[in-house]
């Protein structure tokens, strides 16, 4: 068996060891090759560390990537939706805005107009809901100022604090990003809501009535 089919021989070539006459290996010979040995397990060791570091990395740029490509997907359409509200409250507001006795009593040309009406805002929101745009109905729920906008409070000392009691405009979001707050009143002067995350504080929010949003008052 030649050096090239033997690594240990091979090594030892290449670090100047060679057994004596008695094809023996001395004591530091020995030595020596033992530490080759461990130096070329450090390196294969410090090869593999870096393999997976490298993997890891590609890794988290590949799923970095996706959640970037998803986010484009869901919020490229984020601005065109946010002046669809607008339309869409509009369209809730006409059809408000129509007397009962009106939708009872009127010519049959009238109901054919509030059933146009009805159907084009019933589908204006199928759309928006296509596209991941969920409406906000908080009343009833706990003030969260990461999607509701407190307009004024109402003193209820039967209602928990900072519940929503009424909703004066509905909010939309879009997947995790709000569109548009919920308008909302907040009770006030009731027991202590429970927190939605136990900080042990011991301290309660409070609703601070906010600005007016500006695109329901250019609408309004």
């Known amino acids: 068996m030649n050096a090239e089919d033997n690594p240990i021989e091979a090594m030892d070539e290449a670090n100047g060891a060679k057994p004596d006459a ?30 997976l570091r490298t993997a890891a990395e590609a890794e988290n740029v590949r799923r ?15 601005n065109f939706a946010r002046d669809m509200l607008g339309v869409a409250d509009n369209l809730t507001r006409a059809l408000e ?22 159907l084009t805002q019933k589908s204006m929101h199928g759309a928006l809901q296509r596209h991941g745009v969920v409406k906000l109905e908080p009343e009833g729920e706990r ?18 604090n900072n519940t929503v009691v009424q909703v004066v405009q509905a909010g939309y979001r879009i997947g ?24 042990g ?11 007016p949003d500006e695109m329901a008052t250019r609408d309004a």
């Open 143 to 160: 003030f969260d100022p990461n999607f509701h906008q407190a307009m004024f409070e109402v003193p209820n000392p039967d209602m928990p």
């Open 97 to 118: 805005a129509i007397p009962e006795d009106a939708r009872k009593n009127g010519d049959p040309g009238f109901a054919a107009l509030i059933e146009g009406v009805e």
């Open 201 to 211: 504080s011991g301290q309660e929010d409070s609703a601070e009535p906010g600005p």
């Open 64 to 78: 970095r990537s996706q959640r970037e490509v998803a986010d484009a997907k869901s919020f490229s359409i984020a």
């Open 22 to 51: 008695s094809g023996e290996y001395t004591a530091d010979q020995a030595e020596q090759a033992n530490a080759a040995l461990m130096e070329l397990g450090k390196e294969v060791e410090e090869l593999r560390d870096k393999l």
């Open 176 to 199: 995790e990003r709000v569109l548009r707050p919920a308008m909302v009143g907040v009770s006030k002067g009731g027991p202590k809501a429970a927190p939605a995350g136990d900080t």
